[in-house]
């Protein structure tokens, strides 16, 4: 089994910082990349940041120059910092990862986290 639990989500005001986290536990061979969705009411869940294993990161224009994406393959985690937060950041964000594991016959497949709140106040 895979599991992925996230943490770190909040309620916090515009212009505040909040770092969200992601561990990914179970059996498992190896993590490819890994990403942070996100999702609003009424709104397509979208990639907000990834990165790869060898540490390639890219990010949806919205967040770039406030959000960072980090990831500890030691510890099978990816991290999500973000600053300067804005109101149109509140949504519920997930954590993804592409990895070989789980249930035999093992595959890479993408495996999500349960999604934690984030709410940005103005």
């Known amino acids: 089994q895979v599991q992925l639990v996230e943490s770190g989500g909040g309620l916090v005001q515009a212009g505040g910082s909040l770092r969200l986290s992601c561990a990914a536990s179970?059996?498992?061979?190896?993590?490819?990349?890994m990403g942070w969705y996100r999702q609003a009411p009424g709104k397509q869940r979208e990639l907000v940041a990834s990165?790869?294993?060898?540490?390639?990161?890219s990010y949806t224009d919205s967040v770039k120059g406030r959000f960072t994406i980090s990831r500890d393959n030691a510890k099978k985690t990816v991290s999500l910092q973000m600053n300067s937060l804005e109101s149109e950041d509140t949504a519920v964000y997930y954590c993804?990862?592409?990895?070989?594991?789980?249930?035999?016959?093992?595959?890479?497949?993408?495996?999500w986290g349960q999604g934690t709140q984030v709410t940005v106040s103005s």
């Open positions: 179970g059996r498992i061979f190896n993590i490819d990349a």
């Open positions: 990165i790869t294993s060898g540490g390639s990161t």
């Open positions: 993804n990862a592409q990895l070989l594991g789980g249930t035999f016959p093992y595959a890479y497949s993408d495996y």
